[in-house]
């Protein structure tokens, strides 16, 4: 095995069904914990807004939970999410992009300017109103910020999620060990780089969409 080389291309081309397979399955698990947790944040984030006071410990936990080791957090799940399942590794990825989510939605809607709250108000708009017209696009930024650095980090964590049944590419790794054939691990590591890659790209896209002025400000800023 020594002289086993680094990649077998051929293994590769016999199996880009199933790196296809595995890398949407790596997807759906990474990305929807973050997108569900970016759902938690918004309205979490608005009332640690609006009172201050519910900030300090709510962050408190969030950062407790995002210190605990993902593999022991799916070991805990599974008696009740059972083995092998999204759940066991979905639910901690969840946990851990609304820990990251919560302190950029909170800094986000700090970040507006009263007086464009106070203007907001004065013509009209009403609560729900100006958060939809106002705070929210102006905290676009913020928030996006906050969901590119959620889903790298998801999609990382995902892998460990393979020692407990269900980790998407992270079969890879337990398969290239488990043989001592470097291949599929070196595959694992390109398409998790392909899909962190290809999740920030659409990420900044959707920012300059959704909030062109920011990029404007940042390159008169330069």
């Not at 790196?19 to 640690?48: R, S, T």
């Not at 609560?127 to 696009?137: F, G, K, M, Q, T």
């Not at 998801?154 to 079969?171: D, E, F, M």
Request: with cysteine.
């Amino acid at each position: 095995m020594d002289d086993e080389p680094l990649v077998r291309w051929y293994w590769i081309g016999d199996h880009l069904g199933y790196l296809g397979g595995l890398l949407a399955d790596h997807a759906v698990i990474a990305l929807v914990p973050v997108l569900i947790g970016l759902l938690l944040a918004l309205p979490l984030g608005l009332a640690c807004a609006r009172f201050p006071r519910l900030y300090q410990p709510l962050a408190a936990v969030f950062n407790i939970v995002y210190a605990l080791p993902s593999l022991a957090v799916f070991v805990v799940l599974i008696p009740y999410t059972g083995l092998a399942t999204r759940a066991t590794v979905m639910i901690p990825l969840t946990f851990y992009a609304l820990a990251v989510l919560l302190p950029t939605t909170v800094d986000g809607l700090r970040a507006v300017p009263e007086p464009v709250r106070q203007a907001a108000t004065a013509m009209g708009y009403g609560p729900w109103h100006r958060l939809a017209a106002v705070e929210l696009p102006a905290s676009v930024p913020y928030l996006v910020a906050g969901v590119r650095v959620a889903a790298v980090s998801s999609i990382s964590l995902a892998s460990v999620g393979a020692l407990v049944g269900r980790g998407g590419l992270g079969y890879l790794f337990i398969d290239g060990f488990q043989r001592t054939f470097p291949t599929p691990i070196v595959a694992g590591i390109v398409l998790i780089a392909v899909l962190a890659l290809a999740t920030d790209v659409v990420l900044v896209t959707a920012r300059r969409l959704l909030a062109p002025w920011a990029v404007r400000e940042k390159a008169v800023t330069r």
